[in-house]
């Protein structure tokens, strides 16, 4: 079971302020070390930092921009509908932990995170591979909401879904 709190009409400091009260699916990841772009230590920082962090870059940005388009080739691929979430889950039984989620699947127990990779690193995606901090990120969103499963899609710039 987990608590909602609408993101529909947040500012992004508002989100960030929200986002710094949990431990979210990006951070279990770079808490476990094995996001190459984010330490345990730079996760506890933000986490108890005062200040509001907002450390964005442009393939953050990248990733933000084209997260509908991700979410509309997932769409066509799997043949599955898909809606924003626009709310942020806390866990009623860990509330430390919370979900940021991409997209929720219509008529299935799942949601569905967004990636968006450079070709140079295509190779961390070959044969259908999901780098682990995204299976990690997947997994504590299902722990979190409870949904029962979690699809990964990826667009890989200028080369492939």
């Given amino acids: ?11 992004r400091e508002d989100w960030l302020r929200l986002r710094q ?24 920082r933000d986490k108890t930092c005062e200040n509001v962090s907002d450390t964005d870059n442009e393939a953050m940005r990248q990733g933000r921009d084209l997260e509908d388009y991700v979410a509309r080739r997932f769409s066509e691929a799997a043949g599955l509908k898909v809606r924003r ?12 932990m919370i979900a940021n989620v991409d997209r929720l699947v219509v008529g299935e127990d799942a ?4 990636k968006t990779a450079s070709a140079y ?11 682990m901090h995204y299976l990690i ?11 029962k499963a979690w699809y990964i899609a ?6 492939e879904y």
């Fill in 1 to 11: 079971m987990c608590t909602t709190i609408s993101t529909a009409h947040m500012s």
């Fill in 21 to 44: 009260s949990g431990i979210g699916g990006s951070d279990a990841g770079a808490i476990c070390g094995l996001n190459p772009y984010v330490s345990p230590m730079s996760v506890y």
């Fill in 85 to 96: 979430s626009n709310m942020l889950y806390r866990s009623d039984e860990y509330p430390f």
């Fill in 111 to 114: 949601g569905l995170e967004c």
């Fill in 121 to 131: 690193s295509a190779d961390k995606w070959k044969d259908g591979t999901v780098p």
């Fill in 137 to 147: 990120q997947a997994a504590h969103y299902m722990a979190v909401t409870g949904r």
């Fill in 154 to 159: 990826v667009v890989i710039l200028g080369k």
